[in-house]
């Protein structure tokens, strides 16, 4: 079973969309959760990131952890075109410069018109 | 901020030769970096963590010798591939992380190696 399990999609949407993308995860150390996002033959570009279990909204994404299900999403609001990328979730047992990051293998969303 | 830059953004190589690849923290100072690999649709691969003026960790399956790393200062770090080989050939994403930005990773815009 790998540690982190993201459906890979893809995920297609219409414009303005509420688009639901989720990850689980075996390993209950890991604290510190993050949604990374992925255009084609780009690094992944950082949107979110949580502490422990509850919400945080920004702009159009709010994301959710729910440690007692070990079970993360992320919500986008009104999705546009421009959303279509790769999702990635990641997932760290604790902070520090040297933590390493367990990523999820990404779901590819498209927005269409 | 926080921008993280490759060079080069892709590279063509024959096979045996070694290529180099440098990642560098713009604005900011990096006391680790890390080296992924990313294959088609695949997510991202961690292959070593790098603090700056010490050895690299490599994760286990990679070969220290055949990736070699250097950290050394807090704004660069390279990636040599050693006697490339087709094999070799993937997406290759650096990220940085400064101790004074918490666990936040920045990620370079990746590098595409193909080998020939």
């Known amino acids: 079973q790998k540690e982190v399990e993201q459906d890979p999609g893809p995920l297609s949407v219409p414009e303005g969309a509420i688009v639901s993308l989720n990850c689980t995860y075996s390993?209950?150390?890991?604290?510190?959760f993050m949604w990374y996002r992925q255009y084609s033959r780009k690094g992944p570009e950082l949107l979110m990131y949580t502490y422990s279990s509850g919400n945080k909204e920004d702009g159009r994404f709010t994301a959710q952890v729910d440690k007692s299900s070990k079970y993360i999403s992320l919500f986008i609001r009104d999705s546009q075109p421009s959303d279509s990328a790769t999702y990635l979730c990641a997932m760290s047992p604790y902070t520090g410069t040297a933590s390493k990051l367990t990523f999820g293998t990404g779901t590819r969303l498209q927005v269409t018109l | 901020g926080a921008v993280v830059s490759q060079h080069p953004s892709w590279v063509i190589c024959k096979s045996g030769t070694s290529v180099k690849i440098e990642c560098r923290s713009l604005?900011?100072?990096?006391?680790?970096m890390f080296w992924y690999r990313q294959f088609p649709k695949k997510s991202l691969m961690l292959m070593a963590t790098s603090n700056e003026g010490s050895k690299a960790t490599y994760e286990q399956g990679v070969e220290k010798d055949k990736f070699l790393i250097n950290h050394a200062s807090l704004t660069l770090s390279t990636l040599t591939v050693t006697s490339a080989h087709p094999e070799d050939s993937s997406f290759y994403i650096c990220?940085?992380?400064?101790?004074?930005?918490?666990?936040?990773?920045?990620f370079g815009p990746g590098t595409r190696l193909t080998v020939t």
């Open positions: 390993n209950s150390a890991f604290q510190y």
């Open positions: 990220s940085a992380r400064a101790g004074g930005r918490g666990y936040e990773q920045y």
């Open positions: 604005d900011f100072q990096a006391t680790t």
